[in-house]
């Protein structure tokens, strides 16, 4: 196996991990700057109040962007067995 072939394994690797985890993170970081916004504005300081709205904002996204998430991951997958041979030469 050649160095650059592990290389671009990996590089494909972080690549889709990087995609698949930019909607929960960027909508969670979303819901997280509003909903402290209007703590601040309100000056309610409560910590749970910001824990709940994130919770089921990671949890629509997860059902929302679920099947993309699952396909990608198993296209790679799937990719990486089917050159295993090529890989390993």
Known sequence: MDQSVVMDVAQRAISITVMISAPILGLGLLVGLIVSI???TTQ???AT???IPKL????LT???FG?????MIAEFT??????LYT???
């Open 38 to 40: 209007i703590q601040a």
């Open 44 to 46: 309610i300081q409560e």
């Open 49 to 51: 109040l910001s824990f």
């Open 56 to 59: 089921i904002t990671i949890f």
């Open 62 to 64: 997860l059902i929302i």
């Open 67 to 71: 099947p993309w998430m699952g396909n």
């Open 78 to 83: 799937i990719n990486l067995f089917e050159n």
């Open 87 to 89: 890989y390993i030469r």
